[in-house]
């Protein structure tokens, strides 16, 4: 059987080429947003289409996956996921050549297609991790920690973690991975939660994994609250740090559940908030 490609699109940053891979989509109901008025919620009544990109970062000498999407994990509850790595795709096929993967953080949606029957599907792959990060997810005390409804969650994580784990290259804050490749320490969505810089030939670019979850709401109002941020106010500081920067030096960026493979800019909206300008 033939599976097509997944959409994809490709942005520039001086020598360095960056490829959005759509894994698919998420509906994501409204109620896991608060901190929203009553007409923002409308907006994504009854549920949020989340996107799920992953990027393929392509320097001269390395071949660079930012999250791996959610392999077969989540189909049940979100069927048009995993296309990333999909039996039959291109990045499959090619998936010894991956020298390194970035990831994030590890919610099941970001780390799911590393791992298929108890195998990495990426086996010369380094995978780059915070340390407070893989620390707080392979606790084995966590599951015993968390709400009822969240234990499949850990369950889950935990358990692509222990065939992640011989791969794993761990990092303390802010890290240069060489090449213009750098990691950034962004928690509050999760505790290691960190984002990437590209920069080449005095371009840059940004990838912000889910220091941002809903384009809907949050350009607007970063201060809506996410129900699966583990620390929520951390991460609305970490979002809106972020955006200012981004705003003022105009720096062209990716987010995981944006609802488009574009990268764009922000601009500052006279009341307040931003709005994101997609470049095409
Ligand atoms: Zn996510």
Redesign the pocket.
């Known amino acids: 059987m033939h599976t097509p490609a997944p959409q994809s699109s490709s942005f520039a940053v001086g020598d360095i080429t960056v490829k959005t891979l759509s894994d698919g989509h998420l509906d994501i109901p409204a109620g896991y947003f608060s901190n929203a008025s009553e007409s923002e919620l409308q907006l994504v009544s009854p549920s949020a289409r989340f996107g799920a990109n992953c990027w393929l970062i392509e320097t001269g000498t390395r071949k660079i996956l930012v999250d791996a999407g959610s392999g077969d994990w989540l189909k049940a509850r979100f069927p048009d996921t995993g296309h990333v790595t999909d039996a039959g795709t291109a990045l499959v096929s090619a998936s010894s050549e991956i020298t390194d993967i970035i990831l994030t953080h590890m ?1 099941a ?2 780390i799911g297609g590393l791992i298929s029957n108890g195998q990495s599907l990426f086996p010369n792959a380094k995978l780059h991790l915070q340390e407070s990060e893989w620390a707080f997810w392979t606790n084995d005390d966590l599951a015993s920690t968390v709400p009822e409804d969240q234990k499949p969650i850990v369950e889950l994580i935990q358990s692509l973690a222990r065939p992640m784990s011989p791969q794993v290259e761990l990092h303390t804050g802010d890290s240069d991975l060489g090449e213009g490749i750098h990691l950034s320490f962004a928690p509050g969505h999760t505790p290691g939660h960190q984002i990437v810089h590209v920069a080449s030939g005095g371009k840059q670019a940004f990838l912000l994994g ?1 220091a941002l ?1 809903s384009g809907t709401l949050q350009f607007a109002n970063p201060e809506v609250r996410y129900a699966l941020d583990s620390a929520p106010e951390t991460a609305a500081q970490t979002r809106k740090t972020l955006f200012e920067k981004l705003a003022a030096d105009q720096i062209p960026f990716a987010a ?2 944006l609802d488009t493979t574009s990268f764009g800019v922000l601009q500052a909206r006279a009341g307040g908030g931003y709005s994101f300008e997609p470049i095409a």
């Open positions: 919610h949606d970001h889910d979850v995981t559940h």
